[in-house]
Nanobody, 129 residues
């Protein structure tokens, strides 16, 4: 059974940092793509970053590039999202998602929800003073 558990959310002031974790059980992240999405109240869910277990390639949405860093620890089967310089409008529920069926990084539509087969329950990030 595949399970994804996010953690690390919380309340942070504007300009602050948080590190989210996504621990995966049920299969190895070495054979998967993992993405991070977020959904603010009243808005659609948006993809913000992904990383490939096959080649380590990381991608970022324009809105977070240069401030967020995605990484993975294969030994712990966990993916992280380091978020710096957070803004108030980034208050959202953050989700990780996994695609376990093979696809090359070039073909993989990183920011498309339909590419992923498994989702975590989400973790709330609130950016406020």
């Amino acid at each position: 059974q595949v399970q994804l558990v996010e953690s690390g959310g919380g309340l942070v002031q504007p300009g602050g940092s948080l590190r989210l974790s996504c621990e995966v059980s049920g299969f190895s992240l070495r054979r998967a793509h993992v993405g991070w999405f977020r959904q603010a109240p009243g808005k659609e869910r948006e993809g913000i970053s992904c990383i490939s277990g096959y080649d380590g390639r990381a991608r970022y949405a324009d809105s977070v590039r240069g401030r967020f860093t995605i990484s993975r620890d294969n030994a712990k089967n966990t993916v992280y999202l380091q978020m710096n310089s957070l803004k108030a409008d980034e208050t959202s529920v953050y989700y990780c998602a996994v695609r376990s069926r093979f696809i090359t990084s070039e073909e993989f539509k990183c920011f498309s929800e339909g590419e992923y087969g498994y989702w975590g329950q989400g973790t709330q990030v609130t950016v406020s003073s």
